[in-house]
């Protein structure tokens, strides 16, 4: 069904829409993934870009590392931005105004923007059936603004609004949202939604590719460990991302038309052939947890388990009456 | 008199994020010691450095003089003051120039420094080596180092260990017009209750062992920088859109290779062309070459070091210190011309600027 799979390594595209010289940190995966997107989505797309590190660290005074055409939208905008230019598309195209050819819209949005206050803009677009992709890039706080704790951030971290007290050791109380799960739940008309991490480049790539060719609303949430808001040294984010994979905490998932696949090593975590590594191995790498005792590892580790041990659609969600 | 001319600055260059609370912490002491001294202080951060990223150099700046706090908050209020007093160098890689945000360019260390300043560079290398990449001036200045390695910790930590306590001694010893010893030790006494006898004696061992060089005018070494112009509004493209990177290029006004401390090296020999250094780099800074090989762009290299983790033959990618480059030449090239000689050369850099990379995990504040 997908002409155009990338299989190996040499497969993929050398050419970059998404360059060198942005100002994001060292390490960071996000600015991976939007090289990884540009590059699969090629030269006939625009991208839009909601408020946050993404848009901040590449739009450096009158320089840009953007190849392609890209829009800044604001924080909350992402969701109208990717209708309305799809929409407009289609217009210019009916009228004649522009030749009718396949141009992608791409939304990259943070966790923010994205999950937390730009959802209800997100959910909007995606009741309609234009060609768009919104891509959530999760660093699981709004770390270019120093870090503050979002919905994405994971239980106990430490952000510049949940800091350990003497108190109460841990301030971040909640466990961290599903998104994919609420998107193919609340709006039945969308083809595609996956899951995905730049620790696992083919798979990342696949899966945009995926998305753009099945068309209409299509979804992307992907973890990106992210140095400065994690406090991990920045060599280091490729094996937190894969860390985050092997531990079950961030399953990888695609949604194709109603039915569910399991990717990489979390297809083997569900049939039970690849024994979870303890979550604690993915957790003490990081500074955000630092303040952990025992206790607070084993409530992480319970909560996981349950993921896979009680969860009717293991590592997605409770509920099952979404998938055929 | 003109206000201005009562107003003394000293800027502290640091990498950001790993050091953003050391150079706050040295700035915040700074403030308290002038006023104790009588004068008037604040310190505030150089505003396009904000947010900050790891590895990026940022500045911070502490003004001080004899006009009144809000008087000084207004003289604080620009983007960077045109000239200081002293410079602190919090780490000895960003001798070799720093950039910031683009529209800067790469801009020499101590670009900003008066006539007869004082330049305070942390470093276990010696001053002569030191020299050698610090640019030139027209006029006489004065340079001094300070023996401590580097202190990176994380965000939300702060590595103690004591080079706040050095810098603040450092400072005494070359312009005890800005803060005098007595001061410094009073503070420290005052406001830092745990170790402090450690403290203590970390501001004398500073004060005692500062290694200082003045340096004659033209002494150092060349460093070409033109401020780039910048565009006006008049100039700028409808809705002030940004030209796009052509096909093929990169983004040639912010090159950002400043942000490194060390460098991807490559043994060619022993690459098994295996692609993923290029695809796992998040700064896209390797170019696939005609039998395919991976060469490397180093002036937009960050030094992040994904690419020698991901690598998978033992020692092929290694990151070395950046204080042993001259300059960006890209490996593929030096490899092609004498492969003999680059395993040599490859030896040699490789000998002593190699450092073990210890996970960093914050401390938990
Ligand atoms: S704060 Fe995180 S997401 Fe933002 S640029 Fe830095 S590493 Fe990337
Ligand atoms: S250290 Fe390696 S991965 Fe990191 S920016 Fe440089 S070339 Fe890219
Ligand atoms: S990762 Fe290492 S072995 Fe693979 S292509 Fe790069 S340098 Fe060669």
């Not at chain 1, 995905?196 to 945009?208: C, E």
């Amino acid at each position: 069904m997908y002409k155009s799979i990338i299989k190996t390594m040499k497969d993929v595209p050398l050419e970059e829409f998404y360059t060198s010289g942005h100002r994001t940190c060292q390490g960071c995966e996000s600015a991976m993934v939007m090289r990884y997107l540009a590059k699969v989505a090629g030269p006939r797309t625009i991208v839009v870009g909601a408020t946050g590190c993404m848009y901040v660290a590449n739009t450096t005074y009158y320089t840009t590392s953007w190849v392609v055409p890209w829009v800044h939208t604001q924080l909350g905008g992402s969701g109208a931005a990717a209708l309305g230019t799809s929409a407009a598309l289609r217009a210019l195209m009916r009228k004649g105004k522009i030749k009718e050819e396949p141009i992608n819209v791409i939304v990259f949005c943070g966790d923010l923007g994205c999950a937390d206050m730009g959802l209800s803009g997100v959910s909007n677009a995606m009741t309609y059936d234009y060609n768009l992709l919104i891509v959530l890039y999760d660093n699981e706080s709004s770390a270019n603004t120093d870090i503050q704790e979002t919905s994405m951030t994971p239980y106990g971290a430490q952000t510049s609004f949940s800091r350990p007290g003497t108190a109460r050791r841990i301030m971040k109380r909640r466990w961290k949202k599903s998104v994919v799960p609420m998107i193919i739940a609340g709006h039945r008309n969308i083809r595609y939604a996956a899951t995905t991490t730049p620790a696992y480049p083919l798979d990342t790539m696949n899966k945009i590719k995926k998305a753009l060719e099945i068309g209409g609303p299509t979804f992307i949430h992907s973890l990106d460990p992210c140095p400065k808001g994690w406090d991990y040294d920045p060599m280091y984010s490729h094996e937190l991302g894969t860390l985050s994979v092997e531990t079950g905490l961030w399953p990888l998932y695609e949604f194709v038309d109603g039915k569910l696949i399991y990717n990489e090593p979390t297809k083997g975590i569900v049939e039970g052939r690849v024994k979870r590594k303890p979550v604690r191995e993915y957790l003490e790498k990081q500074g955000r947890f630092s303040h952990f005792t025992e206790e607070d590892y084993e409530y992480f580790q319970k909560m996981v388990d349950e993921m896979y041990t009680s969860w009717e659609i293991p590592g997605v969600m409770p509920i099952k009456s979404v998938i055929k | 008199m003109a206000h201005g001319e009562d107003v003394k600055y000293v800027e502290i260059t640091y990498r950001g994020i790993f050091q953003k609370r050391l150079a706050k912490y040295i700035a915040e002491g700074l403030v308290y010691m002038a006023r104790e001294m009588g004068r008037s202080a604040v310190s505030f951060g150089r505003y396009g450095d904000s947010p900050e990223r790891n590895g990026v150099p940022a500045k911070y700046y502490v003004a001080l003089g004899s006009l009144n706090e809000e008087e000084l908050i207004g003289y604080s209020t620009r983007v960077e003051p045109e000239t200081v007093d002293v410079i602190v160098v919090l780490d000895d890689t960003l001798l070799k120039g720093v950039e910031s945000w683009a529209w800067q360019g790469v801009q020499p260390i101590n670009l900003k420094l008066k006539e007869g300043g004082a330049m305070i560079v942390t470093s276990t290398r010696n001053l002569e080596e030191l020299v050698k990449v610090t640019p030139a001036k027209e006029f006489r200045w004065d340079m001094g180092r300070i023996n401590v390695e580097k202190s990176f910790s994380g965000l939300w930590a702060f590595k103690d260990d004591m080079t706040m306590e050095r810098v603040w001694g450092a400072i005494a010893k070359m312009r005890p017009d800005i803060v005098d010893l007595e001061h410094v030790r009073t503070y420290v006494k005052e406001h830092k209750k745990d170790r402090v006898n450690e403290r203590l004696s970390a501001v004398e061992e500073a004060y005692e062992t500062l290694v200082v060089k003045s340096m004659a005018p033209k002494e150092g070494a060349e460093f070409k920088y033109s401020p780039p112009r910048l565009l006006t509004w008049q100039e700028m493209m409808e809705g002030a859109a940004v030209p796009a990177v052509p096909r093929g290029g990169r983004n040639e006004q912010f090159k950002r290779g400043t942000t490194k401390t060390e460098r991807p090296t490559v043994d060619f020999d022993t690459c098994i062309k295996c692609k993923l250094c290029w695809v796992y780099c998040p700064d896209e800074c390797f170019d696939e070459t005609k039998d395919g090989y991976y060469d490397i762009a180093y002036d937009y290299c960050v030094g992040c070091g994904i690419c020698a983790d991901v690598c998978p033959v033992k020692n092929c990618i290694v990151m070395v210190n950046e204080g042993r480059f001259k300059d960006y030449r890209r490996p593929y090239e030096m490899w092609k011309e004498d492969k003999v000689a680059y395993k040599s050369w490859l030896k040699q850099v490789r000998e002593g600027g190699v450092k073990e990379r210890v996970v960093v995990p914050g401390l938990g504040r």
